[in-house]
């Protein structure tokens, strides 16, 4: 193994070995090197339409329609096989394109969910893409990062990894510079390597890479990197609802056989029953509904994506649609994170400024090195004269923020040679640190954050203290500080906030903020944009701890601002919202990780730490709470349509499938023929899938959905049973003419009441109230209409599915059955609505208002 040889190998000498120096690779060498070695990736699965293909003719329901083909074939029928037959291929043909498009759309998803890396190539520190990280580049790491290759530190500061990924050890290894003196045997013991997938909790270091893509430890278990396998509660209940389906089909099919051979006795064609029977049981299942659902999320991830929105995984989409609360920072999703210097407390301005830019998280060198948004103020407010200033403290050191301390530190050297540590962080933590402050000092320095909070303005605090030569400069010397000053820093309002939380109240969406920053400035915030109706309404993280569990709970629940809260704060917050709602948690760094992992629905802005990302459902490219509301709004359209294609499909096959299985008993002959029953499941496919396209009512959108699947049988077998009677009316009337001629009325019939189906039940309104359908499903339902109706017309139709033609009394008795149809199953639909369904939500209402007050 590659890293117990270099764990023994000295720096100078791992250098030489990957031909590389302290500068890191030249750019040319590392070009080179990326051309011969690859991208630094694990291997992928292939984009193969052959492997779509055979997952699509893996299904159930496709052997019992080749099984319908066989018998036929073997029984002389070969022109109903061939007709079995190409129904499959266009059925398959269809859910291997969509597939291939949802495909194409998951890979255009990924292109937005790059990984940077920091690394030093021709002696300057730059950012690339992770995967263009090659053998011999010099990597900084620090605290939230994950990383991308193996490597051999030669620089650790402080540094602690999270190895649970590839040893197993839950807790974080320390990690050395020093040569080990004998090479370890596992590789928990590798002191000082760090593998791919790992991340760093703590410190800061700097490593040469000696392994990328497979040839890393992490190669072997390439598996870990699918994202895109995890599944719904709802899509496993929908797999479990469709076994149920096929059970319960097949069930019955047996049955009405046994009956038929029992009643008709010899009379009966029984292998002219049996491919009926397959081809009856195959029309009632709702074998679209993986496509529906592809479809659906596939549109929805490439909608968003457009509005800076990016999905890790497909059904994450429709998790949005049920977020009830969404807990967020205010930092950049209320307010523009574009801040600016406004006050300074300090004896000495000049002197305070300048130490604080110093202290900044990256050395500030120049502009284009700085994207914390205290360092950018910072730098604006200062001349050319003040940068060069600050261009002359040598940065020796750092130890990087930290959510528990609040604060961060550098060490540097002056111009005169001389050593000091600079602290900056949070007043009261500074302020505690300070051995210059008495008691009058700090009650008006917090007098003046308190003002300032008020103003909705952010208080750093900086302090300073020389460091003693042959001192080791750890978290210890972050004591005994001299106080120099405060800076208050502005940050505006986003123009959109106020709109953005009138969206979301309209969804039901409550929204609380979990912040880090004081009371005031959180309060002056969640007044501005109508969280609060007055300041003091803010709640801390400290004045939760202290409550009773009960008292915490009732807290929780009925504040929206939360100020001064920790990770395990904010993970608490969370897990008491779960007990009534589902959660949504907007983060990006470290200390947000165990919240993210906890939240229903986890979302990052494309800067969060790697760590965050991992844990992350939903990347927003642009940090803004409106793309948010966007995303939970079409996560609710998609989960509206979806529901709407059970209720349809469910409907219209029950309806169906009862109809022409009892018929089948009192019949001489089949109510319709194999090829005819395959045929109208084809035809009604079309416009089924493009249910996914479907516009919703605006109603739909207004609280989140479940799947209630008791109420979507109800709806189903009410309006089956309306279908059913206004199938037997057609058996009444067409029986006794000839079987042509009921087998071709039933299909007619049933081809238009499908459709009519559709766009009844696409709204819960009468029909002409709903919202304009999709231009794809009026016109896939106005062509397969036009089909239907034209098949008993021409030869083609009565020679190979024994049609017949219709005449005017035909198309009479059939006009006047679809139009009392329409009218039956909009008075169900008003019932169902307005009265079942009304009540059983109240029941459900009643029952959760009483368990709240229980």
């Known amino acids: 193994m590659v890293w117990k040889k270099f764990s023994v190998e000295d720096v100078p000498g791992t250098f030489a070995e990957l031909e590389s120096s302290e500068k890191g690779l030249s750019l040319e060498a590392a070009k080179d090197r990326l051309r011969v070695d690859g ?58 394109y969509q597939e291939y498009h949802s495909e194409k759309a998951i890979r255009l998803l990924k292109r937005y969910l790059v990984t940077h890396t920091r690394v030093r190539r021709s002696g ?23 990383l991308s290759a193996d490597v051999r530190f030669i620089v650790a ?36 390597i760090g593998f791919a997938g790992t991340t760093v909790t703590a410190g800061r270091g700097e490593g040469i890479v000696f392994a990328t893509g497979k040839n890393t430890a992490l190669g072997d278990i390439a598996s870990l990197s699918e994202e895109n396998g995890h599944k719904t509660t709802f899509e496993k209940g929908i797999a479990e609802f469709s076994r149920f389906i096929l059970k319960l089909v097949l069930f019955t099919i047996t049955l009405v056989f046994i009956a038929n051979v029992i009643i008709k006795g010899g009379d009966i064609n029984t292998v002219e029953l049996l491919i009926f029977s397959l081809a009856l049981a195959v029309s009632v299942v709702p074998e679209a509904l993986p496509v529906i659902i592809t479809v659906a999320l596939s549109r929805g991830a490439l909608r968003l ?64 090195r700085l994207h914390d948004a205290f360092d950018l103020a910072l730098w604006k407010r200062f001349t050319k004269k003040e940068h060069d200033a600050v261009r002359h403290l040598r940065r020796i050191d750092t130890i990087p923020f930290d959510p528990e301390r609040r604060r961060n530190s550098v060490l540097v050297e002056t111009a005169d040679k001389k050593k000091e540590i600079i602290v900056r962080g949070a007043p009261e933590e500074i302020i505690r640190l300070s051995r210059n402050v008495d008691a009058y000092t700090t ?23 020389p460091f003693s030569l042959g001192r080791k400069y750890t978290l210890y010397e972050e004591q005994q500080l001299e106080f120099v000053g405060l800076i208050s820093f502005a940050d505006p309002l986003k123009k959109t906030a106020k709109e953005t939380l009138k969206r979301a109240a309209a969804l039901n969406v409550g929204v609380k903020i979990l912040t880090g920053d004081s009371a005031e400035v959180a309060g002056a915030v969640g007044c501005a944009v109508g969280l609060l109706a007055y300041p003091g309404e803010v709640i801390t993280g400290k004045a939760l701890t202290e409550m009773t569990d009960e008292d915490r709970k009732q807290a929780v629940f009925s504040h929206s601002v939360f100020a001064r809260v920790s990770p395990r704060e904010k993970y608490e917050i969370i897990r008491i919202l779960q007990e009534k709602h589902a ?44 793309t948010v509301i966007d995303g939970v709004k079409e996560g609710r359209v998609i989960f509206a349509n979806i529901l709407k294609y059970l209720k349809i499909t469910l409907t219209s096959n029950f309806g169906n499938f009862y109809s022409v299985a009892l018929v089948s008993l009192f019949l001489p002959f089949v109510p319709l023929l194999p090829i005819q029953i395959l045929l109208l ?33 109800l709806v189903a077998t009410l309006l089956g049973g309306i279908s059913s009677l206004f199938d037997f009316m057609l058996f ?63 030869a083609a139709g009565r020679q190979v599915l024994h049609f017949i033609k219709p005449d005017a009394s035909f198309i009479i008795i059939i006009v006047g059955l679809v139009a009392g149809y329409f009218v039956a199953t909009e008075a169900v639909k008003f019932f169902y609505y307005h009265h079942f369904h009304r009540e059983h939500s109240l029941r459900t209402k009643r029952k959760r208002t009483s368990l709240a007050h229980a």
């Open 39 to 96: 991208r630094n990736i694990l291997e992928e699965k292939p984009f193969s339409v052959t492997e779509m293909f055979k997952r699509r003719v893996r299904s159930s329901f496709l052997y019992l329609l080749l099984a319908a083909a066989g018998l036929s074939y073997f029984l002389g029928e070969r022109l109903d096989a061939i007709l079995i037959l190409t129904f499959i291929l266009i059925n398959v043909g269809l859910e291997t």
């Open 681 to 713: 499941n084809l035809l009604s496919d079309f416009p089924m899938i493009a249910i996914a396209t479907d516009t919703v009512d605006h109603e739909e959108l207004e609280k989140p959905r479940s799947y209630h699947i008791h109420a979507i049988i």
């Open 732 to 794: 009444g009337v067409f029986a006794k003419v000839s079987p042509e001629a009921l087998q071709t009325a039933w299909f007619v019939l049933s081809v238009i009441t499908e459709v009519i189906l559709i766009f009844s039940l696409r709204t819960k309104f009468a029909f002409f109230r709903a919202r304009r359908p999709s231009f794809l499903l009026s016109f896939l339902s106005l062509a397969v209409l036009f089909g239907a109706l034209v098949l008993p017309f021409i």
């Open 305 to 368: 994506a457009e509005k800076k929105v990016v999905v890790k995984r497909l059904s994450a989409i429709e998790d949005l649609g049920s977020i009830e609360i969404l807990c967020t920072d205010k930092t950049g999703t209320l307010t523009e994170n574009i801040l600016s210097v406004s006050r300074i407390q300090a004896h000495d301005e000049s002197l305070c400024l300048q130490l604080a830019l110093a202290a900044s998280l990256e050395e500030p060198v120049d502009r284009g």
């Open 583 to 626: 959660v949504g948690f907007l983060g990006d760094g470290i200390n947000d990780a165990p919240a993210l992992k906890l939240a229903d629905v986890a979302l990052v802005v494309q800067g969060a730490t790697d760590i965050a990302r991992e844990a992350a459902d939903v990347v927003l490219l642009q940090k803004s709470l409106e």
């Open 124 to 146: 300057d520190i730059m950012t690339i893409e992770s995967q263009e990280v090659v053998l011999g580049d010099i990597v900084f790491v620090e605290v939230g990062d994950r």
């Open 443 to 465: 009650q008006n320095l917090l007098s003046w954050m308190k003002e300032a909070g008020e103003r909705g303005e952010r208080v750093l605090a900086v302090a300073h203290k």
């Open 157 to 192: 500061n402080g540094l602690e990894l999270d190895e649970s990924l590839i040893t197993g050890e839950s807790l974080s290894a320390h990690k050395i510079m020093t040569t080990l003196p004998v090479s370890p045997a596992e590789m928990y013991e590798a002191k000082n």
